[in-house]
């Protein structure tokens, strides 16, 4: 079911709500997607559960009459569901780097999850900051989640999870484009209904606009599997002539086939034949050089650039072996007698290794690529910013990247 809000000032809302929730559990019995799609109970709910798999949120009528800049910023983060809500929210209002984005692609955002406070993420985000948002779902979830979120207290009310974009400009033109799961999404603990879904729309800024997309690329994927669901976007695409377009997201380019635990064992094996060092110092750190290549590839052949859009070589994910939430959250996947050699490839690294899986890439954009002043802002090169905590704790398991640009 689909809320439209109209108010007085201009400023049109829609909102996602649904009756699901005492279905969840009888839901949860199937074991695969085909066995689910077969059942008596999902077939009486089809309507209704395709209603809110293809639905969305949005805000838009703000940002009419700010005034032109030197320079805009894009900043793109997966923030982990939201689960660190009110840290994240202070960053973005304080940090004198994210203060000053004008977009934000945030993948991973609850609505209605008990991981997250049964928040409504990308609403809250945009309310608080004063801007437009666009939210899709991907997912309606089962469970509460995977790895430490299962143990987090309360039950989902409407269990949705997906990708949303907020702007602080108008928008318009708003497209999801669904991508073909990696897999079955009804196997294993955590057990959800839907697919991934990239979602684009125009930003209209004062002295032009701007085609936005955000993306969140499978992780239980094989690289050629991502590379697909990226053709799909590409191909997807609604694109006005003339207008620059700026892509970005989690690509989760970990280097890995990790369609199954088996085939992400046999990879880990291999690269511990090419050097645990080597590996850590030129492959987890720059993927497009050649576990996904294939990928990059892609994005050049259809006028893309990422090269002159990313700080290339620097890492969004960290891994530590003393991470109890990272080790938790693996342990779902892997079997246990895995992190003793996990333990002993990183053992003289620190037990530590960062892989870049956030990126940009670019079209027709006139990309910072020196910075310059601009009042109290500057304008800079694309970068990550790292080390984002609060008492020690990262406000998320990726760091987000930032990308200046001019009109």
């Given at each position: 079911m689909v809320v439209k809000i109209d108010s007085p000032s201009g400023i049109e809302e829609k909102l996602i709500k649904h009756n699901l929730k005492v279905h969840f559990k009888e839901l949860a019995q199937n074991s695969s997607t085909p066995e689910l799609y077969t059942s008596s109970l999902y077939q009486q709910l089809k309507t209704d559960i395709e209603a809110v798999l293809r639905g969305?949120?949005?805000?838009?009528?703000?940002?009419?009459?700010?005034?032109?800049?030197?320079?805009?910023?894009?900043?793109?983060?997966?923030?982990?569901?939201?689960?660190?809500?009110?840290?994240?929210?202070?960053?973005?209002?304080?940090?004198?780097?994210?203060?000053?984005?004008?977009?934000l692609l945030l993948t991973e955002t609850d609505l209605g999850m008990a991981r997250s406070n049964n928040r409504n993420v990308a609403r809250e985000l945009a309310h608080e900051l004063g801007m437009n948002y666009y939210f899709v779902p991907?997912?309606?979830?089962?469970?509460?989640?995977?790895?430490?979120?299962?143990?987090?207290?309360?039950?989902?009310?409407?269990?949705?999870h997906g990708n949303a974009i907020l702007s602080r400009y108008p928008i318009r033109d708003l497209q999801p484009i669904p991508l073909r799961n990696a897999k079955d999404k009804m196997k294993g603990k955590e057990k959800r209904i839907g697919n991934q879904q990239a979602l684009a729309l125009t930003v209209d800024f004062p002295q032009g606009s701007v085609r936005a997309v955000c993306i969140h690329l499978d992780a239980l994927s094989a690289q050629v599997q991502r590379q697909r669901q990226m053709e799909v976007i590409l191909k997807e695409l609604k694109?006005?002539?003339?207008?620059?377009?700026?892509?970005?997201?989690?690509?989760?380019?970990?280097?890995?086939?990790?369609?199954?635990?088996?085939?992400?064992?046999?990879?880990?094996?291999?690269?511990?034949?090419?050097?645990?060092?080597?590996?850590?110092?030129?492959?987890?750190?720059?993927?497009?050089?050649?576990?996904?290549?294939?990928?990059?590839?892609?994005?050049?052949?259809?006028g893309f650039d990422y090269e002159r859009s990313n700080q290339l070589g620097a890492g969004t994910v960290h891994y530590s072996t003393s991470d109890f939430k990272k080790y938790k959250n693996l342990s779902d996947w892997v079997p246990q007698w895995c992190f003793a050699f996990i333990e002993w490839a990183l053992?003289?690294?620190?037990?530590?290794?960062?892989?870049?899986?956030?990126?940009?890439?670019?079209?027709?954009?006139?990309?910072?690529?020196?910075?310059?002043?601009?009042g109290e802002h500057t304008a800079t090169q694309p970068f990550v910013i790292g080390g984002l905590n609060e008492d020690g704790k990262e406000l998320s398991d990726h760091d987000p990247i930032v990308l200046d640009f001019t009109l």
């Open positions: 969305c949120e949005y805000r838009k009528g703000l940002g009419y009459d700010l005034p032109e800049k030197p320079f805009y910023r894009a900043v793109a983060w997966n923030v982990e569901r939201g689960i660190c809500f009110e840290a994240i929210l202070e960053e973005l209002k304080t940090n004198a780097i994210l203060s000053r984005a004008d977009i991907a997912y309606i979830n089962l469970c509460k989640g995977s790895g430490i979120e299962s143990d987090f207290e309360g039950e989902n009310d409407l269990s949705l694109v006005e002539k003339g207008i620059p377009v700026i892509l970005g997201g989690d690509l989760n380019t970990s280097t890995y086939n990790s369609r199954h635990a088996f085939y992400a064992i046999c990879g880990f094996w291999y690269r511990v034949f090419m050097g645990a060092g080597n590996v850590i110092a030129n492959h987890y750190p720059y993927p497009e050089r050649y576990f996904e290549s294939g990928l990059f590839n892609l994005i050049k052949s259809y053992r003289s690294h620190g037990g530590k290794c960062s892989l870049k899986l956030d990126w940009f890439a670019t079209k027709e954009v006139n990309v910072v690529t020196r910075p310059f002043q601009d």
